[in-house]
T-cell receptor, first 110, second 115 residues
Framework: AQSVTQPDIHITVSEGASLELRCNYS??????LFWYVQSPGQGLQLLLK??????LVQGIKGFEAEFKRSQSSFNLRKPSVHWSDAAEYFC????????FGAGTRLTVKP | EAGVAQSPRYKIIEKRQSVAFWCNPI?????LYWYQQILGQGPKLLIQ????????DSQLPKDRFSAERLKGVDSTLKIQPAKLEDSAVYLC?????????????FGPGTRLTVL
């Protein structure tokens, strides 16, 4: 059965520092992988997605993620975090049967 | 282009009462999803429609939850009777088609509190 694990429930980083959010998945075939962001009171917004090809994908708002098949991981990164990046981040896996992780809440310190 | 619309945004009911949520997807999107997001968890797919047909409802508690998408556009999700554990945000999403390569666009959600 497919599943997604986000090991970090809450991460705090200083503004301007780099960020990496971890995501590990279990899926029977080559998965479609996604990262979504959810700000308070907002719906989920797609940051980036991976289907095939180049394992380093670029997304919106300066985010990128790297697919590592050997580690079953799809970690999200950003070189310099802005205060507006504070939100909940969800990793998801699947085709037409999307499964979400529990989320990582990001706090940004001034 | 208008996004996915949901109403109401907030609802408070007592247990054993019934409640209904409404979703209007992005125009032209054939696929519509309902998710349940319990506090501290990721969204869980309840039901997926392709036009007015159900594609996947394997995680829908059918003894109390029902959903319909008449005419293949708007959709309604109903809970009857509600339980305390149904307190959650109910998210509606839509996409062009059922393939996982199609981006899902999410509405703002309806926050349900069951007392």
């Amino acid at each position: 059965a497919q599943s997604v694990t986000q090991p970090d429930i809450h991460i705090t980083v200083s503004e301007g520092a780099s960020l990496e959010l971890r995501c590990n998945y279990s899926y029977g075939a080559t998965p479609y992988l996604f990262w979504y962001v959810q700000s308070p009171g907002q719906g989920l917004q797609l940051l980036l997605k991976y289907f095939s090809g180049d394992t380093l994908v670029q997304g919106i708002k300066g985010f990128e993620a790297e697919f590592k098949r050997s580690q079953s991981s799809f970690n999200l990164r950003k070189p310099s975090v802005h205060w507006s990046d504070a939100a909940e981040y969800f990793c998801a896996v699947g085709n037409n049967d999307m499964r979400f992780g529990a989320g990582t809440r990001l706090t940004v310190k001034p | 282009e208008a996004g996915v619309a949901q109403s109401p945004r907030y609802k408070i009911i007592e247990k054993r009462q019934s409640v209904a949520f409404w979703c209007n997807p992005i125009s032209g999107h054939a696929t519509l999803y309902w998710y349940q997001q319990i506090l501290g968890q990721g969204p869980k797919l309840l039901i997926q429609f392709q036009n007015n047909g159900v594609v996947d409802d394997s995680q829908l508690p059918k003894d109390r939850f029902s959903a319909e998408r008449l005419k293949g556009v708007d959709s309604t999700l109903k809970i009857q009777p509600a339980k305390l554990e149904d307190s959650a945000v109910y998210l509606c999403a839509s996409s062009v088609g059922t393939s996982g390569s199609n981006e899902q666009f999410f509405g703002p959600g309806t926050r349900l509190t069951v007392l």
